[in-house]
T-cell receptor
Framework: QKEVEQDPGPLSVPEGAIVSLNCTYSNSAFQYFMWYRQYSRKGPELLMYTYSSGNKEDGRFTAQVDKSSKYISLFIRDSQPSDSATYLCAMSPGGGADGLTFGKGTHLIIQP | DSGVTQTPKHLITATGQRVTLRCSPRSGDLSVYWYQQSLDQGLQFLIQYYNGEERAKGNILERFSAQQFPDLHSELNLSSLELGDSALYFC???????????????FGEGSRLTVL
């Protein structure tokens, strides 16, 4: 079993829909959880950063962590075609950039 | 623009050859990380350098090596290349001098290696 599991998709939804992206993990030492967004032919860029369980909201994006279930989610409200990208979850035991383990990424397509 | 520069952007070579990938981190960032991205394995951590010293090793093959120079730029050397080494290689940097470590990695645009 991989440490971090993420459905690769593709996930295709119409513009304006609410998108739910998810990851499960097996390492209970993970305390810090991130979502990176990667556009085609570009490097990943940090979208959301959360610590431990709970929710964090930033504009149209909400990150949710349930450590008891070892499950994290990213919700995108009012999805736009510009949100079309690959979304990678990442997690680490410590708060820094060291020891990050990435999911394989979910390819998201927002249809205009 | 993340501020991380990688060269070359594309590289095509033959099995058995050796290549060098170059990375200039964001100005002031002390840590450089190398990642390999492929469709089947996703983004895999290879190695990290901090201020010129090796700090952590991930799934890096013995045929691969890296170093970070005094000016903080880094090179990843891949030798005895095999077909399976074809992938996107990313460099990322973090830990700017004078700031806390937020955990954010700043990625370059990658070097796409094709081994024929």
């Amino acid at each position: 079993q991989k440490e971090v599991e993420q459905d690769p998709g593709p996930l295709s939804v119409p513009e304006g829909a609410i998108v739910s992206l998810n990851c499960t993990y097996s390492n209970s030492a993970f305390q810090y959880f991130m979502w990176y967004r990667q556009y085609s032919r570009k490097g990943p860029e940090l979208l959301m950063y959360t610590y431990s369980s709970g929710n964090k909201e930033d504009g149209r994006f909400t990150a949710q962590v349930d450590k008891s279930s070892k499950y994290i989610s990213l919700f995108i409200r009012d999805s736009q075609p510009s949100d079309s990208a690959t979304y990678l979850c990442a997690m680490s035991p410590g708060g820094g950039a060291d020891g990050l383990t990435f999911g394989k990424g979910t390819h998201l397509i927002i249809q205009p | 623009d993340s501020g991380v520069t990688q060269t070359p952007k594309h590289l095509i070579t033959a099995t058995g050859q050796r290549v060098t990938l170059r990375c200039s981190p964001r100005s002031g960032d002390l840590s450089v990380y190398w990642y390999q991205q492929s469709l089947d394995q996703g983004l895999q951590f290879l190695i990290q350098y901090y201020n010129g010293e090796e700090r952590a090793k991930g799934n890096i093959l013995e045929r691969f090596s890296a170093q970070q120079f005094p000016d903080l730029h880094s090179e990843l050397n891949l030798s005895s290349l095999e077909l399976g080494d074809s992938a996107l290689y990313f460099c990322a940097s973090s830990l700017r001098i004078g700031s806390g470590n937020t955990g954010e990695l700043f990625f370059g645009e990658g070097s796409r290696l094709t081994v024929l």
